[in-house]
């Protein structure tokens, strides 16, 4: 298990995909590389609909989505909601049902050790990326040990790819400004005032608030300076 | 000690949780006249504590809040892109291996330590979970009290003056900065691991490779 291997060429082969079959296929060399059983890219939103590439067989995906193990596998349980990685060694199988689901799993060709990372992105977005192997504790935490980091940064570029692929199934994804937002807030953020932002555009101050507001809607922000603020951050309007 | 408890847990501890959400009430709206909000039950709480952050708590020994910090991962919603991000020269901070530290709150009464104690956990918190940066927002009166404890941030950007003075910076991982704060704090190296292996299982004690 494990091998040095080239981060940057994985990096490189997931940026080169365009489709999650494609993600699947990335997943599949980056499971041989790595030499360990499964590699698992998980999306789950808040209505539990499901999205994502594994190596596992086809029949324990089948029975999964089948039976809804979603809602009791300990792995989703105990990363969501959380943002540090987890070795499934200290997840809770203590549980009569969590008990049966593991040894449904193994049966099925699940390895014994595996090690998740929740992936927070943007509004609220939940996925996890696994890793998984069968082999023993010392074993294991060497390998994590070793690949730990790039791991971390692997399951980011899943994730930015999925959200690449499927920009609809973003919660709120936040909206781009209108040209005439985009030049209001441009000038409140060089420091001109409602007047003369008014007078630069030639509108009147009232067309200006409308502007103003729906650009601080459309950026979820507080007020004015949480939107300047925003829309730089977000590269939106650059001054 | 140190509790290492994400905001959906904080019920379980009721007392340490209320401490904190008052004290920081205390620091930020009462000693230092920030804007921020405080509830009928005198609690300062903003919307990213809706995100079940992760608190950092150091707990006296008669199970009060001594002081505390929250954390949050800089891929989802953060202070230092969404309201400073004016601050970072353009570029927001947003990175899998940096999260973010803010609200770091002393209560008027905390044991002399309790602020180098805090600062050794984003210690942990980097080395256990492998990564490169903490990023914190924090004002003018904090970078004398860090550069006590013996941990100074790369300052990237700051607004207003003086006293109100507000900075974003950048902590990067140095083992030896842990040991250092360590030190300062008067807490043995085993201890403060021992106290996040408890949070976050026998599992999370590895320093990742740095071949990253």
């Known amino acids: 298990m ?4 080239d981060l940057s060429r994985v990096l490189e082969d997931l940026e080169n995909t365009s489709t999650l079959d494609e993600l699947g ?3 599949v060399g980056l499971r041989d590389k790595l030499k360990i059983d499964h590699i698992v890219y998980h999306w789950v939103d808040g209505g539990g609909d499901q999205y994502g590439c594994t190596t596992y067989p086809d029949a324990w995906v089948a029975r999964y989505q089948e039976r809804n193990y979603h809602r009791i596998d300990p792995v989703i349980l105990g990363c969501f909601q959380r943002f540090q990685p987890v070795d499934w060694k200290a997840l809770d199988w203590s549980g009569k049902v969590a008990k049966a689901f593991l040894k449904d799993a193994l049966a099925h060709g699940v390895g014994n050790q595996g090690y998740s990372i929740p992936i927070r ?4 977005q939940f996925a996890l990326f696994t890793v998984n192997h069968s082999c023993t504790d010392d074993a294991w935490q060497a390998f994590i040990g070793a690949y730990g980091r790039e791991l971390i940064l692997i399951a980011h570029y899943f994730n930015r790819k999925a959200l690449e692929f499927e920009r609809s199934r973003q919660p709120d994804s936040p909206r781009s400004l209108s040209p005439r937002e985009i030049d209001a807030m441009t000038l ?4 001109y005032s409602r007047a003369q932002v008014a007078h630069s555009l030639s509108i009147s101050e009232h067309t200006l608030r409308v502007y103003i507001e729906s650009a601080r809607a459309k950026l979820g922000a507080l007020n004015t300076t949480h939107a300047i603020a925003k829309a730089l951050s977000r590269g939106l309007i650059v001054v | 000690m140190l509790r290492y408890l994400y905001a959906d847990e904080l019920h379980k501890f009721p007392k340490l949780a209320e401490g904190m959400f008052r004290d920081r009430a205390d620091q930020f709206k009462t000693r230092l006249g920030w804007d921020v909000h405080v509830n009928e039950k005198g609690e300062e709480r903003d ?3 809706d995100l079940n952050p ?3 708590i150091w707990e006296e020994p008669d199970g009060s809040h001594g002081g505390s910090m929250r954390i949050l991962p800089t891929t989802g919603p953060v202070m230092v892109t969404d309201v400073f991000g004016h601050l970072t020269g353009g570029q927001p901070i947003r990175s899998p291996l940096i999260w973010e530290v803010t609200r770091f709150c002393l209560s008027r009464g905390a044991s002399p330590h309790t602020a180098g104690a805090i600062m050794l956990s984003g210690g942990e918190v980097m080395e256990g979970f492998g990564l490169t940066h903490i990023a914190g ?3 003018a009166r904090m970078i004398r009290i860090y550069r006590l404890i013996g941990s100074s941030p790369i300052v990237l950007g700051s607004e207003g003056t003086g ?3 507000i900075s974003v910076g950048l902590w990067p991982y140095s083992a030896e900065d842990c040991n250092r704060v360590a030190e300062r704090a008067g807490i043995p190296r085993e201890l403060s691991r021992l106290w996040f292996r408890t949070a976050f299982g026998p599992t999370a004690r590895h320093r990742f490779a740095l071949s990253a």
């Open chain 2, 163 to 165: 006293r109100d003075q």
């Open chain 1, 121 to 124: 992105g943007p509004n609220g």
């Open chain 1, 2 to 5: 494990g091998t040095k291997f």
């Open chain 1, 188 to 191: 409140l953020a060089l420091g």
């Open chain 1, 25 to 27: 296929a990335v997943a």
């Open chain 2, 47 to 49: 919307q990213y504590d």
């Open chain 2, 137 to 139: 927002v924090f004002d």
């Open chain 2, 54 to 56: 992760l608190y950092v």
